[in-house]
């Protein structure tokens, strides 16, 4: 007997999983890390990216091969299955809350940086319709098209890495040197920026019933992990090389500041051209947690379409960037919550999980319901 997929019809491709998990990961934090690591470990805080990478992965192994156990379900059915209906629905609560404040911090962070670096003259809920409008297009229309615009905007912006790292040739390697001039205390302390700045596989409870080859899911988190953490690696060597210890920590984003240093003689003020580009990347951090979010709400009130829910989140976006112009001290509290949100929600929890569903499985006697 053949059993439909509850999803068969909102899958994604292997690569399309893949860019959506990375997607979702490179977004607001890579313009401050280098900053935030300089501030802990000095220059030696590329070491903690590569340690943060590999604690990453494996977090992200862990909610794959819990996941397995129930490949049709999201995180909201398997709090239910296994947790009953009021402490299921309070786990559920509490995730649809973590996207939630994850979608707020990255739409606000966005809107400030276009502020500050594009439209200083524009009005902060006219900059919130220009970037809801094609986010509750996208939205809309489920994870299929979720994994197909993350895969084109991977592929448009391929080249900013690339060019954010000309600055290399201005630098001095020196910057670098010694390694573990501090030892290695400082790198540990900083290994917890680092794998906060890799959130965004957590997705991976929502994400993961709607992909179509499922036995290539934890090959796929490790790349799409492996394309945040190079990609992190690089922006971050880069500012590291060209600005010294004492500069970068002085400086809010300094990987915005590096993009003030690339000059090109037929462009004025490139960084403007970067970061309206760069813009489509925060989207693909934005808009997935803003469709947990509204996907998880529908699935608490029963609903299989999500658009209404979705509408009304909109309305409500917009109708706070009314009444509501949150200071930069406002983004970076939005953001500290969200790490300390997000520590439990991508790290803590995932290995809680596995250990309760794998004993509840063991005294099933292995039986899958």
Not at 34 to 59: E, F, K, M, R
Not at 257 to 286: A, D, P, Q
Not at 299 to 328: E, R, W
Request: overall charge positive; glycine content about 6%; proline content about 4%.
């Amino acid at each position: 007997m053949v059993h439909m997929k509850r999803y068969q019809f909102n899958e994604i491709t292997t690569m399309q999983y893949i860019f959506l998990i990375s997607g979702t990961q490179v977004g607001i934090g890579i313009l401050s890390l280098p900053a935030q690591l300089a501030d802990i470990a000095n220059t030696d805080g590329w070491i903690a990216i590569v340690i943060g990478w590999v604690i990453s992965i494996i977090a992200s192994t862990i909610i794959i091969k819990t996941m397995e156990k129930h490949p049709q379900d999201t995180i909201f059915d398997l709090s239910r299955r296994y947790f009953g209906r009021i402490l299921g629905t309070i786990i559920h609560l509490a995730f649809v809350g973590y996207a939630l404040l994850a979608s707020v911090t990255v739409v606000f962070t966005a809107i400030h940086i276009t502020q500050v670096w594009i439209l200083p003259n524009t009005s902060n809920y006219l900059v919130m319709v220009l970037f809801m409008l094609p986010g509750f297009l996208i939205t809309r229309n489920g994870v299929r098209v979720l994994g197909r615009y993350a895969e084109v905007v991977f592929y448009l912006t391929l080249w900013m890495p690339i060019l954010i790292a000309i600055p290399l040739q201005k630098g001095t390697v020196l910057h670098m040197l010694p390694v573990l001039k501090d030892g290695w205390t400082p790198i540990f302390q900083a290994v917890k920026t680092t794998v906060l700045s890799f959130l965004g596989f957590e997705l991976a409870f929502v994400f993961y019933p709607f992909l179509k080859e499922k036995q290539h899911a934890v090959k796929a988190m490790v790349i799409a992990n492996s394309i945040s953490g190079f990609t992190f690696l690089l922006i971050t060597v880069t500012c590291f090389i060209f600005f010294s210890p004492d500069e970068i920590s002085s400086l809010i984003w300094p990987t915005l500041s590096l993009l003030k240093t690339i000059e090109f003689s037929f462009i004025e003020r490139f960084e403007v051209i970067f970061l309206s580009f760069y813009l489509f990347v925060m989207s693909t951090t934005g808009i997935p947690y803003i469709f947990t979010t509204v996907f998880g709400i529908s699935q608490l009130l029963g609903k299989k379409d999500h658009t209404i829910v979705l509408f009304i989140a909109i309305c409500i976006f917009i109708c706070t960037s009314f009444l509501y112009n949150p200071s930069f001290v406002d983004i970076q509290t939005m953001g500290s919550w969200w790490e300390r949100y997000g520590l439990w929600g991508a790290y803590i929890f995932p290995i809680i999980l596995f250990i309760y569903v794998s004993v509840a499985q063991w005294f099933q006697g292995g039986k899958k319901k």
